[in-house]
């Protein structure tokens, strides 16, 4: 079974230019998280998708950002225009059972962006 | 709210044992455990359910105090293959989503 995949793995772009991430879950997942790592700090929560539908978008800092499921499959997170806090590690993951408490998280070596 | 972790980074000599503690203020339905290894993605270890129960992962375990709000991984006999960060991540009853700590960086050295 293929793991969860993110693409690009490094992006580094320029304050006010605009980036956009893909993931791709394990395939038959319908649960979709995306998270960020700032440096050394904790892995925080930005949105979930259940199949194509937004379940909880709390973490998005603002409306720079935007995620789309299309279909239910794979996902993308735009930034735009991008700014020097948005650096870091974005991890997508994906699970196959609605409720997190008992299911584990599959997640991709994530995207490092660095905005200059 | 995120959880605590405590310690935040830990040095062991191979052989040697440590425990990571992850400390919630809130209402606990489950706690995961998570390492993550430098540039590479977040692997699960174990998920724990309320009721304290203990689990197991190689030599790798977990106990969970849903009246305390705390769970705590056990790191025995440690290998060079533990080192990494990791992470607890929480979910209350909801469950729709984990709330991670800051992480505990591990180092075992020979």
């Known amino acids: 079974e293929a793991g969860v995949t993110q693409f690009p793995s490094h992006s580094v772009i320029e304050k006010g230019q605009t980036v956009t991430l893909r993931c791709d879950p394990i395939?038959?997942?319908?649960?979709l998280y995306w998270y960020r790592r700032v440096m050394g700090k904790e892995i925080k929560f930005l949105l979930h998708?259940?199949?194509?539908?937004?379940?909880?978008e709390s973490g998005m800092p603002n409306n720079r950002f935007l995620a789309e499921r299309t279909g239910g499959t794979y996902s993308t997170l735009k930034v735009q225009p991008a700014e020097l806090e948005d650096s870091g590690v974005y991890f997508c993951?994906?699970?196959?059972?609605?409720?997190?408490?008992?299911?584990?998280?599959?997640f991709g070596n994530g995207t490092r962006l660095t905005v200059t | 709210q995120q959880p605590v972790q405590s310690p935040q980074a830990v040095i062991l000599r191979e052989g040697e044992d440590a425990v990571i503690n992850c400390s919630s203020s809130?209402?606990?339905?489950?706690v995961h455990w998570y390492r993550q290894k430098h540039g590479e993605a977040p692997v699960f270890l174990m998920i724990?359910?309320?009721?304290?129960e203990q689990k197991g992962h190689d030599k790798i375990s977990a106990s969970f105090n849903e009246k305390k709000q705390q769970s705590s991984l056990y790191l025995t006999a440690s290998q060079l293959s533990y080192s990494g960060t990791y992470f607890c991540?929480?979910?209350?009853?909801?469950?729709?989503?984990?709330?991670f700590g800051g992480g505990t960086r591990v180092l075992v050295k020979p």
């Open positions: 993951a994906s699970s196959g059972l609605v409720r997190s408490y008992n299911s584990p998280l599959h």
């Open positions: 395939s038959g997942h319908d649960n």
């Open positions: 998708f259940v199949k194509e539908s937004k379940q909880d």
């Open positions: 809130k209402a606990l339905y489950s």
């Open positions: 724990l359910l309320k009721g304290g």
């Open positions: 991540g929480t979910a209350g009853a909801a469950g729709n989503k984990l709330t």
